[in-house]
């Protein structure tokens, strides 16, 4: 195979070079071949947007971790109402967002649930996504769910997400994951989230006209992906401006909630402007660099999420005149890839202060790992590049 570039190789299959898992690239492609999810889609899920926010959150997402696929059984097919579906039967949807519809499981594999089953279904390890007003998360077993009677599409979002998570932690040898109530209250993350007063006001919710998203990455991305799934009425009355001045890469088709072969070349923000316009949404785009020069005007949003990878643009996000600005930073490398970090300003503390450190990339060591030094000398095999500029190249791979 191709050796691979910063700009081509899946993020999944990174981690098994800078573990040190993977001899050689060909070892490592191996490995994640063998990730592989099931989903069993149980019957009341075509009613249910909470229900589909789950199910396409997981096959969304789940399709770029689980390189080796990720196999839906449908139990009852029928038109979705999420607008991310719009127009397309559950299996259709599926098959849609990456995922291969099955007539049958295996024992083989990791299996989330979601829904009403009879049994319990085939797995590895199986976990059941369940969720109840503002709380989302998975449980062991289908008595320990939360009732399901009152919904909220993005406690559907992090329920599916959180079942990717676990699974996905699970089969790389985590030995609590998949063995362990996860969850999270989006009304207050401070409490349990499966008691009732985590639950928050069901059906009470303000959704914002106007937002600006800056930096349309892999948190961007993900911003976008949950615009889509409020139950906006009417979602052309919605203004959105997108903002991001780089290209899609290969790489990114496996981090971005939007992101697909097809878009790979494409600006970012035309790319997710084009999927946010295809549900009604309008848009704005800028493809120039967040800066000290960034100032919003009285006539565009006012609300801004943040998603971008370097301090700088960080430390000047109060200058730009937000009325309420929501950043969130992730954790990169096989270490600290779970962690997440979030601020809102204002608030007591200034951008530049709660931002302090550095951009953070994985340590040299990683270069030293088997399949890094193996890369190395079938580059040094068949180019003619210096040895000084074959190092520099696969040290900025693994500090990728």
């Known amino acids: 195979m191709n050796a691979p570039t910063i700009d081509s190789l899946h993020r999944t299959a990174k981690i098994e070079l800078d573990e040190g898992r993977a001899r050689t690239v060909e070892h490592m492609q191996r490995i994640v071949n063998q990730y ?32 080796g696929g990720v196999r839906v059984r449908v139990r009852k097919d029928g038109p ?20 291969t519809v099955v007539r049958s499981l295996s024992d083989e594999y990791c299996t989330l649930a979601i829904g009403n089953l009879p049994e319990r279904p085939a797995g590895s390890r199986v ?10 998360g998975v449980v062991e077993e289908q008595a320990d769910r ?22 996905f932690q699970h089969i790389r040898g985590y030995p ?27 059906g009470h919710y303000l959704l914002p006209s106007r937002l600006w998203l800056i930096g349309l990455g892999h948190l ?20 959105l401006m997108l903002q991001d001045f780089d290209t899609i890469a290969e790489a990114n088709e496996s981090t971005g909630m939007l992101s697909d072969d ?12 084009s999927r946010l316009e295809d549900l009604g949404f309008c848009t704005s785009i800028s493809e120039r660099t967040f800066d000290s020069c960034t100032q919003r005007s009285a006539n565009e949003p006012g609300l801004a999420l943040v998603g971008v990878d370097d301090p700088e643009p960080r430390h000047v996000l109060e200058n730009a ?21 979030v601020h809102s300003f204002p608030s007591g503390i200034q951008a530049a202060a709660a931002w302090s450190g550095q951009r953070r990339s994985m340590e040299a060591a990683a270069a030293d790992q088997p399949a890094y030094r193996a890369l190395g000398h079938q580059i040094a095999a068949t180019t003619t590049q210096p040895e000084g500029e074959i190092r520099c190249g696969i040290l900025e791979l693994a500090g990728r």
């Open 36 to 67: 592989v999810l099931q989903i069993d889609v149980g019957c009341r899920v075509t009613s249910s947007a909470t229900h589909q926010a789950a199910l396409l959150t997981a096959v969304n997402a789940a399709r770029r971790a689980f390189i």
């Open 80 to 99: 979705l109402i999420v607008r991310w579906a719009k127009g397309m039967s559950l299996s259709e949807s599926v098959e849609a967002f990456g995922g």
């Open 127 to 136: 976990l059941y996504i369940t969720w109840q007003g503002w709380s989302g």
């Open 146 to 167: 939360l009732p399901e009677t009152h919904g909220f599409p993005l406690a559907g979002m992090l329920a599916g997400a959180l079942g990717v998570s676990e699974t």
């Open 176 to 202: 609590v994951a998949g063995r362990r109530p996860v969850g999270l209250s989006l009304w207050d993350p401070t409490k349990d989230w499966r008691d009732e007063s985590a639950f928050g006001a069901v």
């Open 220 to 239: 961007g991305q993900a911003y976008a992906w949950a615009v889509g799934l409020l139950p906006y009425s009417n979602p052309t009355e919605v203004s």
């Open 262 to 273: 097809s878009s790979v070349g494409r600006k970012k923000t035309r790319a997710v402007a």
């Open 321 to 341: 005149r937000f009325d309420l600005i929501v950043d969130a930073g992730l954790g990169g490398g096989p270490r600290s890839y779970l962690d997440i970090l």
